[in-house]
T-cell receptor
Framework: AQSVSQHNHHVILSEAASLELGCNYSYGGTVNLFWYVQYPGQHLQLLLKYFSGDPLVKGIKGFEAEFIKSKFSFNLRKPSVQWSDTAEYFCAVEDDYKLSFGAGTTVTVRA | KAGVTQTPRYLIKTRGQQVTLSCSPISGHRSVSWYQQTPGQGLQFLFEYFSETQRNKGNFPGRFSGRQFSNSRSEMNVSTLELGDSALYLC??????????????FGPGTRLTVT
């Protein structure tokens, strides 16, 4: 079974700071990788995805993620965060039509 | 395009009762998955249906069941409710096959409270 680890439980940043959230997964085969975001009071939204090809993928709202196969990692980045990026972020791995999620990282951006 | 819709949005039930939750996928999506979200366990996969067939199932007791109809709409049922079943139940839909088949789009969830 897949396991997904997110390195940080809670991250607090100031606006314009850079953000990097770590994600590691356990499965060594071909995987489909995702980052989802849950803004306060809203439902889970797909931020970005990786299926194959260029390991650096770009998503919505200026987010990007890098897939490093040798490290089983799929880290999320944003060069300059805004107050509106305050949310909970989930890394997920798809295997056999099933998403396995990390525990989530709460990101708080201070204005 | 309308998103995934779930009904009801909120539900309060008593221990021992049963409950049925409904999910309507995005138009054209044939796969529906269900997840349970709790503060302690996070997001956990319940099951996935494609063309009325269950393709995968998570590690939940048999009290949790689901089905999918020919129009891709899905229901999940929890029988003999326990306090620990209190959670946000999320439905997600995807194409289920072909390009983009693995991209799951989530609904707002049904908040179930068991008293």
């Amino acid at each position: 079974a897949q396991s997904v680890s997110q390195h940080n439980h809670h991250v607090i940043l100031s606006e314009a700071a850079s953000l990097e959230l770590g994600c590691n997964y356990s499965y060594g085969g071909t995987v489909n990788l995702f980052w989802y975001v849950q803004y306060p009071g809203q439902h889970l939204q797909l931020l970005l995805k990786y299926f194959s090809g260029d390991p650096l993928v770009k998503g919505i709202k200026g987010f990007e993620a890098e897939f490093i196969k040798s490290k089983f990692s799929f880290n999320l980045r944003k060069p300059s965060v805004q107050w509106s990026d305050t949310a909970e972020y989930f890394c997920a791995v798809e295997d056999d039509y099933k998403l396995s999620f990390g525990a989530g990282t709460t990101v708080t951006v201070r204005a | 395009k309308a998103g995934v819709t779930q009904t009801p949005r909120y539900l309060i039930k008593t221990r021992g009762q049963q409950v049925t939750l409904s999910c309507s996928p995005i138009s054209g999506h044939r796969s529906v998955s269900w997840y349970q979200q709790t503060p302690g366990q996070g997001l956990q996969f319940l099951f996935e249906y494609f063309s009325e067939t269950q393709r995968n199932k998570g590690n939940f007791p048999g009290r949790f069941s689901g089905r999918q109809f020919s129009n891709s709409r899905s229901e999940m049922n929890v029988s003999t409710l326990e306090l620990g079943d209190s959670a946000l139940y999320l439905c997600a839909s995807s194409r289920g096959t072909g390009t983009g088949s693995y991209e799951q789009y989530f609904g707002p969830g049904t908040r179930l409270t068991v008293t």
